[in-house]
């Protein structure tokens, strides 16, 4: 037995059409948003004298902050969420002399849990939109006053420096 096909209007047509563009829409945005997360993780080194002497070694999991000393033994850790993302010519508690025009920049502000790893509330990660393996970093001691910036670089598997 063949079921029959009951005729839709144009208006029901269109409804569909803009439902499956939605979820692709959907879709796409939550693929971009994984994409971005996905360039926190794992393991990065302090790049400037003021992060070799306070953070040498950050590593970064979905859910946890480790920092080390050498690179080896991972002493402290913190849970984190990631409270603002975002992309643009700047990112916020960008140091003026390290702005650019002719540069995009897609970031992640995480919240930080209470540990004895770190007095700050936020750390901002700061990624150039084309590369991968450098970050500019900002402390924040509350959710909009931040303290110092530096940058890290990641970690090759090794403990080598990704070079850029």
């Not at 502000?109 to 990660?125: D, E, P, V």
Request: hydrophobic share 35%.
């Amino acid at each position: 037995m063949q079921k029959k096909l009951l005729p839709i209007t144009t208006q029901e047509a269109f409804m569909h059409i803009a439902k499956m563009f939605a979820a692709l829409a959907l879709a796409w945005t939550a693929s971009a948003t994984q994409a971005q997360e996905s360039k926190l993780l794992g393991s990065w080194q302090g790049g400037d004298k003021r992060l070799e002497a306070t953070i040498p070694f950050l590593r970064i999991s979905p859910s946890h902050l480790y920092f080390s000393r050498d690179g080896k033994k991972w002493e402290c850790k913190t849970a984190y969420v990631i409270a603002n993302m975002g992309s643009g010519d700047r990112y916020p508690g960008q140091p003026e002399i390290f702005q650019s025009k002719n540069r995009k920049w897609e970031y992640q502000k995480i919240r930080l849990g209470k540990s004895r790893c770190t007095q700050m509330a936020y750390f901002l990660f700061a990624f150039p939109a084309d590369e991968n393996d450098y970050a500019d970093f900002v402390e924040y001691v509350d959710e909009s006053k931040h303290t110092a910036s530096g940058h890290f670089y990641r970690l090759k598997k090794g403990g080598k420096v990704s070079s850029l």
